[in-house]
């Protein structure tokens, strides 16, 4: 988790040895919106959170917001066996995941022996865990690729938001944001060993390496807050403070026409 300070600092010397990802137009963010599913009882969260040597989520991912029925979104599955995370998954549009999630009806053409495949992957899951939309997660995404060696990657996110309501990537994004506006968080992607560059610059300044997981993240605060509202824990100062309305965005891919406001420990409920 990077401070403001940190970011540009550590941005100087990125763009010496890699190249804004092509999505980046300009210079520019880019926005990622996604639907996890899980069970009635979070099972699969919460099996994540125990950090099994195992583990496994489903969700669904946009790069509009809002989407619309005919665009398109991607259906994926992201397992994690030690420290190997894989990503397995399907393109089809809004609707036609909205029908397959819903009963198992797949878009018509399946003519790629690499989509029928991750479809069986799909199928078994499904079979295996009855699961309905339970969180909402969108972020501002800058990206870059080593110039030498285009496997190595570097992502770093802003504006994560939540919520745990309205549960359909056809609608704007807005919610609770989970990290402070002058922070980012960034995810080092690389199979092999860690260029020497990159080393040295995080040695210099002081950024470490942390566990974050998005999901995980705004499902403690849902289970914080939950506790607040029972009263089985008691409610900082800044849980009584009356949230602005959130004001929902336009339709846009390269960023968030949206209010939303952060709140350390605990998240924004209607």
């Known amino acids: 988790m990077l401070s403001m300070e940190q970011y540009e600092a550590l941005l100087g010397e990125i763009h010496k040895y890699m190249d804004p990802d092509k999505f980046c137009v300009g210079g520019k963010d880019y926005g990622i919106y996604n639907l996890y599913y899980d069970t009635p009882d979070d099972y699969l969260i919460r099996t994540s959170l125990e950090k099994p040597y195992y583990k496994e989520k489903i969700r669904l991912r946009s790069y ?18 030690g420290g190997i995370v894989t990503k397995r998954r399907v393109t089809m549009t809004l609707a036609e995941a909205d029908a397959y ?17 991750i479809f069986s992957e799909l199928d ?13 997660i969108s972020y501002q995404r800058s990206a870059f690729f080593g110039k030498d060696d285009p496997d190595f990657r570097l992502t770093f996110d802003r504006e994560i938001t939540e919520r745990r309501y309205d549960m359909s990537l056809g609608l704007p994004s807005y919610g609770a944001q989970i990290i402070a506006p002058n922070q980012r968080l960034m995810e080092v992607k690389i199979a092999g060993a860690m260029p020497l ?45 009356q949230a602005p309305a959130e004001e929902p965005g336009r339709r846009i891919v390269h960023n968030i026409n949206t209010q939303n406001i952060y709140r350390p420990g605990i998240a924004t409920m209607r």
Do not use: C, M
Not at 101 to 117: C, E, F, G, T, V
Not at 124 to 136: I, R, T
């Open 64 to 81: 509009f917001s809002p989407a619309g029925p005919d665009d398109k979104v991607f259906l994926e599955i992201k397992k994690k066996v």
């Open 101 to 117: 999630i819903r009963n198992r009806q797949k878009p018509a053409d399946l003519s790629k022996y690499l989509q029928k495949q």
């Open 124 to 136: 078994v899951f499904l079979d295996n865990y009855h699961v309905a939309p339970k969180q909402y």
């Open 197 to 241: 560059w990159l080393s040295q610059s995080l040695s210099e300044l002081k950024i470490y390496k942390i566990s974050f997981s998005k999901y995980g993240t705004a499902y403690k605060r849902f289970i914080r807050n939950k506790l607040y509202q029972e009263g089985s824990l008691h409610a900082p100062a800044i849980a009584q403070e």
